[in-house]
């Protein structure tokens, strides 16, 4: 059983973006936890893989990595595009905490809620439609 077997006739049918190639987000997901951490072809070459002991240290990691972000990119004197998950939400705490604590503004940083679809114009759904977030 997979997404691509049990995708038609459910409410997921047509929900995803045209272009996206499923079987390759399957096959993405396909692997055992024991082989998660093995290097893929596609990855980027500085990506590399971090086990946490739980979400505690999961969302202080986060936290850090999005503050660090935002500081090179502030350093750097460019604009910063975030797409932001819904969680997990301790994350958005600890990027406040580094943030405050460095003293870094956010001036330059546009955030999108990685759930929140939208057009080439940036239109998105109205808020009573399946799959729209409010």
Not at 23 to 32: E, F, L, V
Request: charged share 20%; proline share 5%.
């Amino acid at each position: 059983m997979n997404l691509l077997s049990t995708i038609k006739g459910s409410l997921l049918e047509g929900f995803f973006p045209a272009g996206w190639d499923l079987a390759k987000i399957d096959a993405c997901c396909s692997h055992a936890p024991d082989e998660i951490g093995e290097r893929q072809s596609w990855w980027h070459p500085d990506f590399e893989p971090l086990a946490c002991r739980d979400l505690a240290e999961f969302e202080v990691r986060m936290g850090h990595e999005v503050a660090l972000e935002i500081t090179r990119t502030r350093d750097a004197g460019k604009e910063l595009i975030l797409i932001l998950p819904v969680g997990p939400m301790g994350m958005y705490r600890w990027i406040v905490y580094f943030l405050q604590e460095w003293g870094v503004s956010c001036a330059h940083v546009h955030g999108f809620n990685m759930d929140e679809w939208s057009d080439a114009q940036g239109n998105t759904l109205p808020g009573d439609t399946a799959g729209a977030f409010e």
